[in-house]
Every structure is written in C-alpha cells, then in structure tokens.
C-alpha cells in the first residue's frame, strides 16, 4: 500500500504541474489538445492519448473481476510427473494431498505419503475443496458417487450425498487486544475466514452478483475503507474479491468503452488525481463531438458523484460529496483529459490483468 502511495503522490505532482498552466502564464494553446472529427490531435511536446486496449478484451459485466484469495482453486491442481513415493503411484495432488492409483482403484495419501483412504473401492476421485473429494464407483464422471470428508486425515469420512447449510456459515466478535476495537471474523465449518477481521460484516443478496461467480451464500466485509466480496459455493470454497468503487465510462474518437475501479488504492488515486486539476471559469463550449471519460463514484460508500471531463476541457461534476449535494461545471487544461486516460490504461487495466474476453 505504501508503494500505491507514493505513487499517487507522484502521479498528483505531475499532474499539477502539467494541468495548471493556464492559470500560471503559459502561452494559450500551446500543447493543448485539439479536437475535430477525426478524433483528437496533438501538438508534438505533448504525450497522444488513444483507445484504452485492454478495454477491448473485457465484457462490461466484470465488475469482479480482482480476485484476492481463493480458498480452492483447481487451477492449482497439478498432475504428478515425479513420483515423491517410491511405493505409491501418484496421479494429482492438491496442497499437500496426493490421489493414487493402487491396480484399478484410487485413493488419497497425506504429504507423508501415509494414507488416508485405502485404494480398494473407487475407481476415480477429483478435489472439490482442499479437504473434500468426489469418489466415483467406475472411472468416468456419469458413474455413482460419494463424498469423502479428508479435514480430519485419521478419520475420512464417507458421505452418500452432500447439502450445502448456510447456518454452518455464521459470525463472531473479538475484541483486540489492549483496545476498544471489536472485529467481526467469518467461520465456515468451524474453520475461520481469513488472517483478519473486519470492521463491518453484512451477509449480501447472491443475486446482485454475476451470473458467473458459484455461489451459496455471500458477505460483504470491510477494512480499513476498503471492502470486499467474499463469496461462498457448495463446498463452503469462499473467494475474496475486491470490492467495485466506481465505473468508468470512455469514448474516444466515437469507440465507447467502461470498466470498474476495483482497488481501495486506486479509487482514492482517481478522486485525488481529479481534485487536483486546476478549474477556471467554463465557456459553456458545445462538446457533442468532444471525446469524454466519466468516473461514478456512487458504487459503495456515502459519496454518490458523477464527473466527466471532455476532450476539449470541460468538466462537470454533479451529485453528492461530503453529505452535500453540488454541481459545478469548469474548465480544465486539456492535457488533463489524455493524462486521466493514460492513467485508466496504465493503472486500472492492472486490476483486469488475470480476466479474458
């Protein structure tokens, strides 16, 4: 975090400076932007911003997209090419739990290689989570099958069928040490979510979320200011997304564009970067073929604004802020305009960088 904030404030220093020298003396329109319908077009000593690309490879709905943890994630599910045990034959393994292959049966061994369920019964087993495995009778997935709990490694468990219950997810309080602060803890299964607590812990209506995400039950938590999704499936698996500050909304040259801010970090970069724009009186200048970008910081928390700055200077912020309501237009150094695109393209697509069209 300490880095994101040096970053910021570098990011501000340099924005003041570039986006303050009408007011400073500079000559008029000398490294401004212009624009005419074929799109923007710069003077040499000033950066050309253009069409945000990884804009072009996300779906609008990703608002959750950050993913912080995952308690299970088959992806780490790794196939066994160096036997570790010389009596066994390992198949895959999965934190420290390995399936093996004894004749035609399968069954799980500990990181030792002591074994946890014998091969004698099931001819196939997959990880649904770090201590659960679905177990086939035949080796192919349409064939019966049973649930084997493994948490408790000296006493698996088999279970005929497996019902997700929402009271086994609940809350508890603890005090910190030496202080007056209570944080909130998440415990699915006895077992705590998460290193911390939080300060808040409201359960979330699965139906707000995307369509995409396997979920059973869900919480929305906060830290800090900042806060996030925490998403259980069937399993009590849980994910911890970054939550969804604010929504950018772009159209440059006629193509549109918008995505999410999805960093407590980088939302508050965005406000700072904004408020530091040097504003003077504003010409009511036609902007319909301007190009624009638009923040809408109304997505969480008190604070529920809208500001879109043109191509052409323009900026217009409106909603409220601080538990006032306000509107206020004005003019900007354009520059300002292909710095904060610059910024969406440099900053905010880090927050995309694990999604694909």
């Known amino acids: 975090m300490l880095r994101r904030c040096i970053s910021a404030a570098v990011a501000v220093s340099l924005l003041l400076c570039s986006c303050s020298s009408s007011e400073n003396g500079g000559d008029d329109g000398v490294g401004l932007a212009v624009v005419d319908n074929g799109g923007p077009s710069f003077s040499p000593n000033v950066p050309a911003y253009g069409y945000p690309s990884f804009l072009e490879r996300i779906e609008p709905s990703d608002s959750l997209s950050n993913i912080n943890y995952r308690s299970f994630d ?159 499936d069937e399993f009590y698996n849980y994910t911890v997304y970054e939550g969804t500050y604010a929504k950018i909304d772009l159209s440059i040259a006629g193509k549109p564009g918008s995505c999410y801010i999805m960093s407590y970090e980088d939302n508050i970069e965005a406000k700072t970067l904004i408020d530091s724009f040097a504003r003077s009186e504003d010409d009511n200048s036609d902007t319909r073929d301007d190009d624009y970008i638009s923040f809408d910081f109304g997505l969480y928390g008190d604070d529920d604004y809208i500001v879109t700055l043109y191509s052409s200077g323009k900026l217009i912020s409106q909603g409220t802020k601080d538990g006032s309501q306000f509107y206020s237009s004005a003019k900007v150094d354009t520059r300002c305009f292909g710095d904060l695109i610059r910024w969406v393209d440099s900053t905010v697509s880090k927050e995309y960088s694990g999604t694909t069209a």
């Open 74 to 232: 088959p992806s780490q599910l790794t196939e066994v090419t160096t036997q570790p045990f010389e009596d066994k034959e390992c198949l895959q393994a999965y934190s420290g739990r390995y399936i093996y292959k004894e004749g035609s049966f399968v069954g799980v061994l500990d990181s030792d290689g002591s074994v946890i369920m014998q091969a004698d019964t099931f001819a196939k087993a997959e990880f649904v989570s770090p201590t659960m495995l679905r177990m086939y009778l035949y080796d192919f997935e349409g064939s019966d099958f049973v649930y084997a709990d493994i948490s408790d490694k000296n006493d698996p468990k088999i279970e005929e069928t497996h019902t997700f219950k929402s009271s086994n997810i609940r809350t508890s309080e603890r005090r910190v040490e030496d202080s007056d602060r209570v944080l909130l803890y998440i415990v699915a299964n006895g077992v705590t979510v998460g290193q911390t607590g939080y300060d808040s812990v409201s359960q979330k209506d699965v139906s707000e979320l995307p369509s995409d995400i396997s979920c059973q039950k869900a919480y929305t938590v906060t830290k800090d200011g900042a806060y996030y999704i925490i998403a259980f």
